[in-house]
């Protein structure tokens, strides 16, 4: 089945203590990105990637890193988590052709 | 960058269709419209686009007017699944950190 996971779906953590969330597709897609989501302020874009080792910013990516070491995988990195990073993350894929995105079931993350 | 337009919420009976509008008065010749749905907080799901033609396919039918400033997302026949956000968003077709997903609408669908 087609799919894009993220794991963990639910995490608490507390401030500072650094933490990966992973994000994996099957679909060979070139995109990945991904996106925070707020209430009042909707779907933000953190960083996306075109293809392997191919990384940008996106809207709101302070405090945040990534890496595209394999197609496949655009895990999201925290080094030091701060409560502002409270929020619902969603990861999405997407072939370069066609702009139409498949996105994760999302990873809840509470910063304490 | 285009931007878009829609009712916050809206109201529908189960079985009657849904019509879903979009104001996108500034869209560009290289920019479709792009319609998804959340699900309460599930993951957005891609619906339907196009660029000026009418679009249809087993989810829904999009209708784009001939100047291009709005479109509506028809779903033929409401049931209570489609209760969710639905967003409408123009982008290039190729231009990925484009895709700003809005407020969307709250579509409520009612028995």
């Known amino acids: 089945e087609a799919q894009v996971t993220q794991n963990p779906r639910y995490l608490i953590t507390v401030t500072g203590k650094k933490l990966t969330v992973t994000c994996s597709q099957n679909?060979?897609?070139?995109?990945m990105s991904w996106y925070r989501q707020d209430p009042g302020l909707g779907l933000r874009q953190i960083y996306y990637s075109m293809n392997v080792e191919v990384t940008d910013k996106g809207d709101v990516p302070e405090g945040y890193k990534v890496s595209r070491k394999e197609k496949r995988n655009f895990p999201l990195i925290l080094e030091s988590p701060s409560p502002n990073q409270t929020s619902l993350y969603f990861c999405?894929?997407?072939?370069?052709?066609?702009?139409?995105?498949?996105f994760g079931a999302g990873t809840r993350l509470s910063v304490l | 960058d285009a931007k878009t337009t829609q009712p916050p919420s809206m109201d529908c009976a189960e079985g009657r269709a849904a019509n879903l509008p979009c104001n996108h008065s500034t869209i560009s010749g290289n920019e479709y419209v792009y319609w998804y749905r959340q699900i309460h907080s599930q993951g957005p799901q891609y619906i339907i686009h196009g660029l000026k033609n009418n679009e249809t396919n087993e989810m829904a039918s999009l209708i784009i007017t001939e100047d291009r400033k709005s479109s509506t997302l028809i779903l033929p026949h409401a049931t209570l699944r489609d209760t969710a956000v639905y967003y409408c968003i123009v982008s290039p077709e190729y231009n990925f950190n484009k895709f700003y997903f809005g407020s969307g609408t709250k579509l409520n669908v009612k028995p």
């Open positions: 999405a894929s997407s072939l370069l052709a066609k702009n139409i995105q498949y």
């Open positions: 679909m060979n897609h070139e995109y």
